[in-house]
């Protein structure tokens, strides 16, 4: 690989220079330049971008997940889970205790519930399903949703978006 190719997987793998800069420690500036040839980069300097470069181009989860996750309070009614599968047409939510994920209602679930369905959603749900970092392989989640119908996207403590089925069918 040489200079030229910087600008050509930049844009390959999605990321404006300012997003590269970023992630490689420069300015966006030196980006430019590189990318122009008006600047003879250090070694040390060029590594690092095409490292960054490379990193983009694994094929993450992060890349399928669903940004925004359908969920409700552990305290909401079974009821309001099973309006919001239907109204967002999804097959399952995520059950929440303030941020932290505490477990799943899928429709199967709200099926076979054999109580009131203005019970708490934690009444009904079942267990939480995995949680996987953003940078976790595309073919570590497909095996993980052959046995489970949803994974969730974790940042620190934090569930940023959830990957189901359908999502990785549409890789």
């Not at 030229?4 to 800069?21: E, M, W």
């Not at 330049?33 to 983009?56: A, H, M, N, Y």
């Not at 970092?133 to 095996?143: P, Q, R, W």
């Amino acid at each position: 690989m040489d200079l030229s190719d910087i600008r050509r997987l930049r844009i390959k793998v999605g990321l404006s220079q300012t997003a590269l800069a970023k992630k490689a420690s420069v300015s966006q500036a030196h980006i430019a330049k590189i990318e122009s040839g008006k600047v003879d980069p250090r070694f040390s300097t060029v590594e690092r971008i095409f490292k960054c470069l490379k990193e983009e181009e694994k094929d993450h989860c992060r890349k399928y997940m669903t940004p925004f996750i359908h969920g409700v309070q552990h305290d909401d009614s079974v009821s309001m889970a099973a309006r919001i599968m239907r109204e967002k047409e999804v097959s399952q939510v995520v059950v929440f205790r303030d941020r932290s994920v505490i477990g799943m209602i899928t429709e199967e679930d709200v099926l076979r519930f054999p109580g009131d369905l203005t019970s708490n959603a934690d009444k009904a749900m079942s267990e939480p399903p995995p949680m996987v970092s953003g940078n976790t392989s595309a073919d570590t989640v497909k095996d993980l949703l052959l046995e489970f119908p949803a994974v969730i996207v974790m940042e620190q403590d934090h569930a940023i978006g959830i990957i189901t089925r359908s999502d990785l069918i549409k890789r």
